[in-house]
């Protein structure tokens, strides 16, 4: 089946420094990946979408420069935290559909514990 | 401006009972609806879907119910199983869409 790799799984940094989260489709292409991120006790919130060969479509309320996102090919798309504050300690989740249109299922990593010091 | 809600964020249910969650949506644009189901540190997991052309879909120990008038669905688990404690997420969708709107979430705990 259809998966979905996400690394690291969990990352400590120094505030400051910056984040880089990769999100790779293992068994199919993916054109468009989404990024989200969950607050504890939270839903699930979307960050941005990310799409091969353009730029990313950023939700209302996300710093752009601050979560960078760069889809360089069919499989991988990553997110980078820049300048990290103790803010942005998260769970930061990918997903990628392997279907075209929003009713295949989003298939979804297995998220990155960001804890920033 | 909270489109999918699951107003319980936890539930109890023995096992082998019945556990019904439950998910409201407020925009009517929405049709077409998934569960997913998320353990700790791990990303969500795709259980169920159905569309707003059907009221019930069914998959082994898992049914879903849509009310379109209600703007309400459940996703029933019978029997229920230790194993199905976690977290359960509804997310809706529409035509043309690529991203899903989810809820808050409801937190189940299966009791032996």
């Known amino acids: 089946g ?8 969990r990352v ?8 880089k989260i990769e999100c790779r489709s293992l068994d199919f292409q993916a054109t468009t990946m989404f990024w989200y991120r969950q ?35 069919l ?34 990593g297995n998220g990155t514990r960001l804890t920033v010091t | 401006d909270q489109q999918v809600k699951q107003n319980s964020p936890s539930l109890s249910v ?14 009517s644009m929405f049709d077409y609806f998934l569960w997913y189901k998320k353990y700790p540190a791990e990303g969500p997991t795709f259980l169920i879907s159905i569309s707003s052309i059907k009221d019930k879909n069914e998959d082994g120990r898992f049914t879903v119910f849509l009310n379109k008038s209600a703007k309400h669905l459940s996703l029933h688990i019978v029997p229920s199983q230790p194993g199905d404690s976690a ?12 991203k899903l709107v989810f809820g808050q979430g409801t937190r189940l705990t299966i009791n032996p």
């Open chain 2, 14 to 27: 023995q096992e082998g009972r019945i556990s019904i969650l439950n998910c409201d949506y407020t925009n």
């Open chain 1, 39 to 73: 607050f504890p006790k939270k839903s699930l919130m979307l960050m941005a979408t990310s799409n091969e060969g353009s730029k990313a479509t950023y939700e209302q309320g996300v710093e752009k420069d601050k979560f960078l996102i760069n889809h360089a090919s």
């Open chain 1, 75 to 108: 499989t991988l798309s990553t997110l980078t935290v820049t300048s990290a504050h103790p803010e942005d300690s998260s769970f930061y989740i990918c997903s990628a559909r392997t279907g075209q249109g929003g009713y295949s299922p989003l298939h979804f």
């Open chain 2, 87 to 98: 977290v359960y997420f509804c997310a809706a969708t529409f035509q043309g869409a690529q």
């Open chain 1, 12 to 19: 400590i940094c120094k505030s400051g420094t910056s984040v």
């Open chain 1, 2 to 9: 259809a998966v979905v790799s996400q690394h690291p799984s």
